[in-house]
Nanobody
Framework: QVQLVESGGGLVQPGGSLRLSCAAS????????MAWYRRAPGKQRELVAR???????VYADSMKDRFTVSRDNAKNTVYLQMNSLKPEDTAVYYC???????WGQGTQVTVSS
């Protein structure tokens, strides 16, 4: 089992940036593909980005030009850099071991002026 703890959320103005972090503990982090999801108010959870154990990344179309997912296996951490944030990016963002039911508790991101 892997325990995941997200951090880095908060309130940001439109056009601003945030970097989310997801610290993992437990089994060998580097062997897992990791993902970021989000759930906006009144909407279903959606995949934001994922990264394989080897660092290959995949993004949702609406975010690939603004968001960057990365990982530091030495620190057991995966990151989501979010730039040019829009009000519609407001959501709870969750870290996930891709393809499993291992989730973090989520971190709130609010984009508002």
């Amino acid at each position: 089992q892997v325990q995941l703890v997200e951090s880095g959320g908060g309130l940001v103005q439109p056009g601003g940036s945030l970097r989310l972090s997801c610290a993992a503990s437990g089994r060998i982090f580097s062997a897992y593909a990791m993902a970021w999801y989000r759930r906006a108010p009144g909407k279903q959870r959606e995949l934001v980005a994922r990264i394989t154990s080897g660092g290959i990344t995949v993004y949702a179309d609406s975010m690939k030009d603004r968001f960057t997912v990365s990982r530091d296996n030495a620190k057991n951490t995966v990151y989501l850099q979010m730039n040019s944030l829009k009000p519609e990016d407001t959501a709870v963002y969750y870290c996930n071991v891709f393809g499993t039911e291992m989730w973090g508790q989520g971190t709130q991101v609010t984009v508002s002026s």
